[in-house]
């Protein structure tokens, strides 16, 4: 059966953040991830799993300046030492936290070959640290639409890299929506890409960022095609809630997805 997390970034915000790993165990997850963990209590983080038998399914490593808008920064040259640092962060917490997988996005950067030496000389520590922390690097493609400018904007630019790097732990993280939002078909990436090299999904309808159902997206056919396959991962419910969380899981329910 496909195994479904929940984001608690983005589900329960009704909720202060370490009450979100409670009622995500109430609602039936077993496995949750979240955008960062770097200023949380890492013990806190750490009970909140624990006391709900949750497994920490993925986090990001640092992006730069969130606050201000930056969405990754590891394709550009000369940010190389503040990459290294971030990268240490994020290891430090792996250590601690023991997640499935650690994402990062490329961030913007221009198609040049220095940008792209780069972005694989900091993928390749990456990788490198991640493994010997216990845990495994995934690199998300973003839509341009979203983030103008993104050096990896798309799942076959983002394998293409992923071959070129040569790291068997490393893999892709699917997001459906920036996907879509890229003019890509969902079941034909799936069909291309879901045996070697997605090794993470995260899931909203297109174009609100909403559940499953609110958009344009064939979520069932989706479901179909990940559950007949042979993927090992989680599927991740990275949306918006149009409704109160709860409410938003019942298209969840309605399909045997969710306990």
Known sequence: MTRIAANLTMLFREHPFLE??????????????????????????????????LELVLFNLPV???????????AQTGREAEFAGDLARGVASAERLKPY??????????????????????????????????????????????????????????????????????????????????????????????????????????PGRHEPGSGAVDFDRFFQVVGDSDYAGWVSLEYHPAVETVASLQWFRDRGLLG
Do not use: C
């Open 20 to 53: 979100r790993f409670d009622r995500a165990a109430e609602a039936g997850f077993t496995g949750v991830e979240f955008f960062f963990p770097y200023r949380h209590d890492h013990d806190a983080i750490a009970e909140a799993l624990r006391r709900n038998g």
């Open 64 to 74: 730069g300046d969130y606050e201000a808008g930056e969405r990754g920064y590891v």
């Open 101 to 206: 997988r650690v994402n990062t996005p490329s961030g913007p950067a221009p198609e040049t070959d220095e940008a792209r030496a780069t972005l694989i000389a900091n993928l390749r520590s990456a990788a490198t640290a991640l493994e010997a922390a216990g845990t495994a690097l995934v690199v998300e493609p973003i839509s341009r639409t979203e983030v103008p400018g993104a050096y990896l904007g798309t799942t076959t630019a983002t394998a293409e890299l992923l071959a070129e790097l040569d790291r068997p732990s490393a893999g892709i993280q699917y997001d459906v929506f920036h996907s879509v939002r890229a003019g890509e078909d969902v079941v034909e990436q799936l069909d291309a890409h879901l045996a070697s090299v997605i090794r993470h999904i995260q899931i909203s309808d297109v």
